[in-house]
């Protein structure tokens, strides 16, 4: 009898380790998905607006004119002219292309830009007016901070 008793807590032992082995391999499978989850959903692109890249000003040399693309040239009137600008990463352009169509009759104008190009111009244009002191200046230069950190937030450093 005193073997049976300690077969049984040898087994017990085993039991015991096998689910410490098991509830450990659960963790580590369960955070493996979480991560991948979490990378595989990450967005490729963010849709903003002109005016999210500063006055025509500034982003015409970036994003063409403010108005209609289809359009040589815009209204006298003062007019909004819808235009979308979309920051992509780790997408191509004819991709991103499919994904949001130019289409004159709906009026969807869409600009494109890879992420580098739209972080890049943010930094030097956030950089060049850091030193104007005009309220107008400071006001622009917050607009793009808060552009840049959108496109941060969305598609990541």
Known sequence: MAQLKLLTRNQLVRVKTKTIILTIGSILLLNACATFTSTSTKQHYIDLTYQDFGPPSLATDLLG??????????????SHYDVHVIVYRNMTESDIRKHFPIDEATEKDYRYLPYTTAINYLDTNITALASEDESVMQEIREQLIQTRGEIVQALGD
């Open 65 to 78: 004119s403010e108005w209609w693309q289809w359009n040589p040239h815009g209204d006298p009137r003062p």
